[in-house]
């Protein structure tokens, strides 16, 4: 069997995350559907660097799968986009060595989420960003966001996960700033905590909107206790941006 | 009466365009039965600086409309946009003159039209995009649309329309540049025809792709004959982007 790695884009808006669900429209199933269409194989199993939730979107996520055809990898890649509908799309397909695992093997992972704070909603952003009505201090968060970046136990920012080993987790990057009529967060971690990059952005809100001074971050952080921190933010502002192998 | 102008922007993926239609969503009768809602009125007519077809989007159309409220325009606004859904909102509302009349006082109109270029479709631009799959010369474009500028008869990018008078319009400004993975086409004119902009882009994008050399563009136009022109481009591409008075 080949081992193949693929580089997929979606918009998340209309799919219930990554993760196969019964009854459910999720990314996972609908490209397994779409390569198994070419290559006439009962069951393929796409692995993913780390499984988005509903609405959450993906610039480039990784994933790999083992097939048996013969199809080369260009071919198969066109091949499977004509299968695909139009909210998702592999964007590059290329083999892999045969112990390669997209999940396992992720050394970091970068995520971003936008935050449109216009007094009046972009309706142009409502699928790609938070929306709160109000305008950010961005500089401030910048500021308050460093005290996350190193090596620290973020069991502050996670929302609960039976199976976790351990909350320590290392970002190696939190850079905060403006890209038009948005504020954008983009933090590269070994690995996240589930809902974490949702609640960093909405702990940062609070400090974007004067609610909270710029070192409560670090007091959150501290605390090691979710409910100190604030509150998750909504899905579609997240976008996996890159994954590092 | 006062005479209010209002400055709207749409998401015109889920609209059957601007003008009231029966049986059909259109920006035009849910802007207007937002601001009877706030007014309490029985007939709110919202006149636009001109009617954008199903699909196209606006960043700034401009209307106008007569009303009796009492209310003062910034709390008007946000009544307005606290009634609409989410893919329209207005962004201004000032008293305009009792003379003002948002289609026959404007004095250029600016349109952009999107091409995503990729030959991958980008699945974050299939409602903002027109996304052929091929990639296109940006350059070749640019040369080829300078012969549009200026004052012609432009019945060989019009589609039929009984009603009109004359099909000589006055371009003041054309540019075709790349933005990130698209090739965007920039058109202010005094005035547009009918599919005016799309089918503009629809020839340019015949010389972007080589099929025709730049020199056609120019054949076109002195030919006078709509079927020597490039195809309709499709609407999602186009956006209304400024009406200038």
Same mark, same amino acid.
Request: proline share 9%.
């Given at each position: 069997m080949r081992n193949l790695k693929m580089i997929v884009r979606y918009d998340?808006?209309?799919?219930?995350?990554w993760q196969t669900q019964p009854g459910q429209r999720t990314v996972q199933e609908t490209l397994e559907l779409a390569i198994q269409g070419i290559t006439c194989e009962d069951r393929i199993r796409a692995n993913c660097s780390g499984r988005t939730d509903a609405g959450v979107h993906a610039l480039a996520q990784v994933c790999n799968f083992y097939t048996a055809t013969k199809l080369d990898c260009a071919t198969l890649l066109k091949a499977v986009n004509a299968k695909l509908p139009e909210d998702v799309r592999a964007l590059a397909c290329d083999e892999a060595g045969q112990a390669f695992d997209a999940n396992r093997d992720a050394v970091r992972k970068m995520y971003r989420y936008v935050i449109n704070d216009t007094r009046t909603p972009d309706p142009f952003l409502r699928r790609y960003a938070w929306q709160p009505l109000r305008r950010l201090d961005e500089d401030a968060m910048r500021r308050a966001a *460093?005290? =996350?970046?190193?090596?620290?136990?973020f069991r502050c920012f996670e929302?609960?996960?039976?199976?976790?080993?351990?909350?320590v987790r290392t970002i190696s990057s939190l850079e905060v700033y403006r890209h038009e009529e948005c504020v954008r967060i983009e933090m590269e971690a070994d690995g996240f905590l589930y809902n974490m990059c949702r609640s960093i952005a909405g702990t940062l809100y609070q400090v974007g909107r004067a609610y909270?001074?710029?070192s409560k971050v670090k007091e959150i952080l501290e605390a090691?206790?979710?409910?100190e921190a604030g509150q998750t933010a909504p899905? *579609?502002? =997240?976008f996996l941006v890159r994954v590092t192998y």
């Open positions: 998340g808006t209309d799919f219930a995350g *460093q005290s =996350l970046v190193g090596r620290h136990d929302t609960h996960w039976p199976n976790r080993l351990s909350s909270w001074p710029e090691m206790d979710r409910r899905p *579609q502002g =997240l």
